[in-house]
T-cell receptor, first 113, second 112 residues
Framework: NAGVTQTPKFRVLKTGQSMTLLCAQD?????MYWYRQDPGMGLRLIHY???????AKGEVPDGYNVSRLKKQNFLLGLESAAPSQTSVYFC????????????FGQGTRLTVV | DAKTTQPTSMDCAEGRAANLPCNHS???????VYWYRQIHSQGPQYIIH???NNETNEMASLIITEDRKSSTLILPHATLRDTAVYYCIVEYSGGGADGLTFGKGTHLIIQP
């Protein structure tokens, strides 16, 4: 029972490079989310999706793009990485609606030099 | 801004009950109180949630005051593995469209 799986777990990028983070869930959840967490801070929502083919902006969307072509996958893209995007990225999923909880992946630690 | 107020840190002796308070004085009638924890930069882990009644599961108990303006998460027999940051979150849906609004949480340290 994998739950929410993120790849890769670690990555170092040079400024200006691009990359895609992959999130996969096997719980048939409608909603998926991307968060970032900086040192000493709580998680902040980057983008989210309420179903296949849909995406929406969260609290800190600038510099990121997302896609949800398949229900089980949610991709986070950095087109031109900047040092300010050095962070730990968490993906989550949920059934949506009231009285439900979210399930999180183990995170991707990204360093932009 | 987070809708909750939690102490920055707390200590608890191993084997004792850990009681983590949370104030949420502006909670709306249809909002739930959720608790998550994050162990050493791992992904947050769901613990428990409730609307107005007290709740218990295999991990913890949640006590919500009658006016719903505060709550307490209780870990009945804390172990060293319970050392983590605990987040109290007030949301209509724990997995709704707006996601979860995380504050800085309470860093609980279990002392041997």
């Amino acid at each position: 029972n994998a739950g929410v799986t993120q790849t890769p777990k670690f990555r170092v990028l040079k400024t200006g490079q691009s990359m895609t983070l992959l999130c996969a869930q096997d719980m048939n959840h409608e909603y998926m989310y991307w968060y970032r967490q900086d040192p000493g801070m709580g998680l902040r929502l980057i983008h989210y999706s309420v179903g296949e083919g849909t995406t929406a902006k969260g609290e800190v969307p600038d510099g990121y793009n997302v896609s949800r072509l398949k229900k089980q996958n949610f991709l986070l893209g950095l087109e031109s990485a900047a040092p300010s995007q050095t962070s730990v990225y968490f993906c989550a999923s949920s059934k949506g609606g009231p009285n439900t909880e979210a399930f999180f992946g183990q995170g991707t630690r990204l360093t932009v030099v | 801004d987070a809708k909750t107020t939690q102490p920055t840190s707390m200590d608890c002796a191993e084997g004792r009950a850990a009681n983590l308070p949370c104030n949420h004085s502006t909670i709306s009638g249809n909002e739930y109180v959720y608790w998550y924890r994050q162990i050493h930069s791992q992904g947050p882990q769901y613990i428990i949630h409730g609307l107005k009644n007290n709740e218990t599961n295999e991990m913890a108990s949640l006590i919500i005051t009658e006016d719903r303006k505060s709550s307490t998460l209780i870990l009945p027999h804390a172990t060293l593995r319970d050392t983590a940051v605990y987040y109290c979150i007030v949301e209509y849906s724990g997995g709704g469209a707006d996601g979860l609004t995380f504050g800085k949480g309470t860093h609980l340290i279990i002392q041997p």
